[in-house]
């Protein structure tokens, strides 16, 4: 009789992972700064998002949160020329649609956080910790049952100038693996 009082709530919790999913990732980024004398920047992106289904747990549509980090760097333009880097914090919306009949998931994000860069060389190098926007789209397949290829992430981001450095453009590319846990 007393399992009886618990019943409805262990029923809750069976049906949480159907309602809701969290997943981590790992990826392989290359980011261009569209700036004069700047190089392509290359590295690893690590993040982990959550979302619910709207409505049942076939759902098309979800929404929620991705937190995101990301290491970005590559060489200076002259032969001693010292390294240059991009190290993102970013965090904000995610939207994913599912796409019938197939193990494609399309998703958007809208993120914001703070950018720290160390950039150019001599008397232009210029190290600043600022405000980053990005906006980023993408398409998941599901490989293996929780586990998703990444086959392209494309981002259009922003640094707005700050402190006497120039604002920058970004454009990014990443593919890499989700690990989705129910």
């Given at each position: 009789?007393?399992?009886?009082?618990?019943?409805?709530?262990?029923?809750?919790?069976?049906?949480?992972?159907?309602?809701?999913?969290?997943?981590?990732?790992?990826?392989?980024?290359?980011?261009?700064?569209?700036?004069?004398n700047e190089p392509q920047l290359y590295g690893p992106t690590l993040g982990g998002y959550y979302y619910k289904n709207f409505g049942h747990h076939l759902s098309l549509l979800s929404a929620g949160p991705d937190v995101r980090v990301s290491f970005l760097s590559g060489p200076?333009?002259?032969?001693?020329?010292?390294?240059?880097?991009?190290?993102?914090?970013?965090?904000?919306?995610?939207?994913?649609?599912?796409?019938?009949?197939?193990l494609l998931h399309l998703y958007a994000e809208g993120l914001i956080g703070d950018g720290d860069s160390q950039l150019g060389e001599g008397a232009s190098r210029?190290?600043?910790?600022?405000?980053?926007?990005?906006?980023?789209?993408?398409?998941?397949?599901?490989?293996?049952?929780?586990?998703?290829?990444?086959?392209i992430e494309l981002g259009d981001g922003e640094l707005p100038a700050s402190g006497g450095s120039a604002g920058l453009d970004t454009t990014t590319f990443s593919t890499g693996i989700v690990v989705r846990m129910p």
């Open positions: 009789m007393r399992f009886l009082k618990f019943l409805p709530f262990l029923l809750l919790l069976a049906s949480l992972p159907a309602m809701a999913q969290f997943g981590a990732y790992g990826e392989f980024s290359t980011t261009n700064l569209h700036a004069a200076g333009s002259g032969a001693n020329a010292p390294m240059q880097s991009l190290t993102s914090i970013l965090v904000g919306p995610r939207l994913v649609f599912k796409l019938p009949v197939t210029n190290s600043s910790n600022r405000f980053e926007s990005q906006f980023l789209g993408g398409v998941d397949l599901t490989i293996l049952p929780h586990v998703d290829w990444r086959i």
